[in-house]
T-cell receptor, first 112, second 114 residues
Framework: GQNIDQPTEMTATEGAIVQINCTYQ??????LFWYQQHAGEAPTFLSY????GLEEKGRFSSFLSRSKGYSYLLLKELQMKDSASYLC?????????????FGQGTELSVKP | GAGVSQTPSNKVTEKGKYVELRCDPI?????LYWYRQSLGQGPEFLIY????????DSGLPNDRFFAVRPEGSVSTLKIQRTERGDSAVYLC????????????FGPGTRLTVL
């Protein structure tokens, strides 16, 4: 089966650091993606991990542990515009055509 | 350059009617995906095209749903005999050269079935 879990909502303060966790159990694994989605808008790509370790991209970093079925997205120096839903998604193995299996999303609220 | 576009942005229909939703992928992207997103949930995979052919349609919920991509570019998602449970945002995404790259999403079509 396919199961991706992430917290439903989180709150953090402007300028702080927040970590959004994602655990997954899938029948195949070919990479993990994080997307940001503002209300009423399309998801936009943030990061991609296929090997274990940390990928850093400006204020955003993403970590993957394949043996633990675990990833996190780290957001530093939070800004009000970071208030959005953050979606964790696992890409299936190649014959599945690269479809993404998404978690329910974590709604992040950044407070002044 | 232009991103993925979807039309209409909103569609309101009555139960039992037929609807078509259109997706224009980024030029040159060979892979095209349809997802459905209900309120408060992540997108749910429906179907994947590689070129003109449907490579994976395992996410289509039943035979009322059908999608085509006749020339390997624009795709149309067709829903027959719509039901209230079909109400959702229908997202289209495309990616270059098959399935191993990030997917670029369109703004979606919000379908409401009354």
């Amino acid at each position: 089966g396919q199961n991706i879990d992430q917290p439903t909502e989180m709150t953090a303060t402007e300028g702080a650091i927040v970590q959004i966790n994602c655990t997954y159990q899938t029948s195949g694994f070919n990479g993990l993606f994080w997307y940001q989605q503002h209300a009423g808008e399309a998801p936009t790509f943030l990061s991609y991990n296929v090997l274990d370790g940390l990928e850093e991209k400006g204020r955003f970093s993403s970590f993957l542990s394949r043996s633990k079925g675990y990833s996190y997205l780290l957001l530093k120096e939070l800004q009000m515009k970071d208030s959005a839903s953050y979606l964790c998604a696992v890409r299936g193995i190649s014959y599945q055509g690269g479809k993404l299996i998404f978690g329910q999303g974590t709604e992040l609220s950044v407070k002044p | 350059g232009a991103g993925v576009s979807q039309t209409p942005s909103n569609k309101v229909t009555e139960k039992g009617k037929y609807v078509e939703l259109r997706c224009d992928p980024i030029s040159g992207h060979t892979a095209l995906y349809w997802y459905r997103q209900s309120l408060g949930q992540g997108p749910e995979f429906l179907i994947y095209f590689q070129g003109t052919g449907a490579a994976d349609d395992s996410g289509l919920p039943n035979d009322r749903f059908f999608a085509v991509r006749p020339e390997g570019s624009v795709s149309t998602l067709k829903i027959q005999r719509t039901e209230r449970g079909d109400s959702a945002v229908y997202l289209c995404a495309s990616s270059p050269q098959g399935s191993y790259n990030e997917q670029f999403f369109g703004p979606g079509t919000r379908l409401t079935v009354l």
